[in-house]
């Protein structure tokens, strides 16, 4: 069941959507990047607030080391000071700079990365100026940032990448460090091959990831882990894939950091046990990265998912949800809590109460398929099915996803046909689900497909082989 009921919205602040403003990436020839001679690149992320004034090259290659950009034309340019949401510089702008420092730390921090504002005594790294205006490079008043994208979406190391502070002109201290924010995390992810996203495949604005132009949310921006369709103003081809996953991509180069922004939070209403199951139970949710969806599990498994709330001009606030337990759920005792989850697949579970649906169980038979009945509750044995393992229904599988063909079912997750690497390499994305790719171990013609349940009741079994069990066919919901 996917219903959502938003029971309420809490809190109240100023609108934090930026005024509007460009951020550039200009397509480079690979040859204005210096070579790359280690395999690796660099693990660091400077970022330079000019104190004193920064002197930057124009030139023919983008080199970090020399302070050479191809982004300016052949010249000298001087780049001012950093200053806050009120014009401040120096002393008086440490503590907004302190925080955009840590906004660009809470970005990056899924990534096995270093940000930092102390410049590097050696090696390789990448510049992200964070000071001045885009006149000072001869840029016209409303470019936000600029960064060189190199024209195959490779990462190089020693790249500068421009985010104008003094451009960003917004009163409120919160709103102007998100969106320098924004800019800085988008315009340094250019220097990693990372294009402009527009859309994300399901649909959605990608207003909450920073390498979006759009405007229709605000609050602070993370690179998010579900692929994304191109563009500016409007959808328009990735410049070097079908569909781009900034986070995807992020950890194929750098690999798998640690989130600094903790687990969602979640409470759940009822909180005590021992009275009936509720007809719609409530959870309060909240995540600094937002909450991607959340889940009520009953005797251990979900049975109700509702996505999360929608991104508004200061991200996506604390919200109330309704999860409805199915009416198909048989009478029994019930284990139950709420799992809150957000887009990097970190969770939160409420503690588990313990209630009644009219009576507890007293046999296998009037539970659903599958289903044993112990102690007074119905349940299904904890699921051990892996990706590509045959399967009878859902819940024999990890990932609670058991689909094919009237021949073949088995354990598969769901993939987009615009991202190839939603499947593994062994499969192919059909009906939007994997399966095994034509010649692979099997195939399936696209009329062929069928949920387990469906494919069940129609040859009135429910599980192939040794996992039959003799008794009549009730679908899970």
């Known amino acids: 069941m996917r219903a959502l009921v938003l029971v309420a919205a809490l809190g109240t602040f100023a609108d934090a959507r930026p005024a509007p403003g460009r951020r550039l990436a200009i397509d480079t020839p690979v040859e204005a990047f210096l070579p790359q001679f280690r395999a690796a690149i ?47 510089s120096g002393a008086q702008a440490d503590a907004e700079w302190a925080q955009i420092v840590t906004c660009m730390k809470e970005v990056y921090s899924p990534f096995d990365v270093e940000v930092t504002d102390v410049k590097p005594s050696s090696g390789s790294y990448h510049l992200a100026i964070i000071a001045g205006n885009p006149q000072e490079i001869r840029l016209e008043a409303n470019v936000l940032g600029v960064a060189p994208l190199a024209s195959n979406c490779a990462a190089f190391d020693n790249v500068i990448s421009f985010s104008f502070s003094s451009a960003h002109r917004q009163s409120e201290t919160a709103a102007h460090v998100q969106n320098v924010c924004w800019t800085a995390a988008q315009e340094s992810a250019h220097a990693f ?39 500016e103003e409007e959808l328009r081809d990735c410049r070097c894939s079908n569909v781009q996953s900034s986070h995807r991509n992020l950890v194929a180069l750098f690999g798998a950091g640690t989130s600094l922004t903790g687990a969602p939070t979640v ?59 199915p009416a198909t759920m048989p009478d029994s005792i019930y284990d139950v809590f709420v799992r809150a989850t957000d887009d990097l697949g970190t969770f939160t579970d409420t503690p588990t109460i313990t209630v009644t649906k009219n009576a507890p169980c007293t046999s296998a038979d009037a539970c659903l398929a599958e289903q044993k009945c112990e102690a007074g509750k119905c349940s299904w044995d904890p699921p051990v099915g892996e990706l590509g393992d045959t399967c009878g229904f859902d819940q024999f599988c990890k990932g609670l996803l058991c689909r094919g063909t009237a021949d073949l079912q088995i354990c598969t997750q769901t993939c987009s046909v615009e991202d190839p690497l939603s499947c593994p390499q062994d499969m192919s994305c059909n009906n939007g689900v994997c399966f095994f790719t034509e010649g692979g171990c099997c195939s399936a013609a696209p009329g062929d497909w069928m949920p387990a349940g469906l494919l069940a009741f129609l040859v009135m079994i429910v599980v192939l082989g040794p996992f039959s069990r003799a008794k009549p066919f009730r679908a899970p919901p």
């Open 42 to 88: 660099s693990r660091v992320i400077y970022l330079e607030r000019c104190e004193g004034g920064c002197r930057v090259n124009g030139g023919s290659v983008n080199d970090a080391k020399t302070l050479t950009s191809t982004i300016p034309s052949p010249g000298n340019y001087n780049i001012t000071e950093f200053e806050n949401a009120g014009g401040q």
């Open 193 to 231: 091959g990372l294009d402009h996203e527009f859309e994300f495949v399901d649909g959605r604005s990608a207003c909450s990831d920073p390498m979006t132009y759009r405007m229709d949310c605000g609050g602070q921006k993370f690179f998010r882990n579900v692929a994304a369709r191109c563009g």
């Open 267 to 325: 409470t759940m209403t009822p909180a005590t046990g021992g009275g009936p199951l509720p007809a719609n139970v409530i959870a309060t949710a909240f995540a600094k990265r937002g909450v991607a969806k959340l889940e009520l599990f009953l005797n251990g498994f979900p049975m109700t998912t509702v996505p999360g709330a929608p991104f508004g001009a200061n991200g996506q606030l604390e919200a109330s949800y309704g999860l409805v337990p």
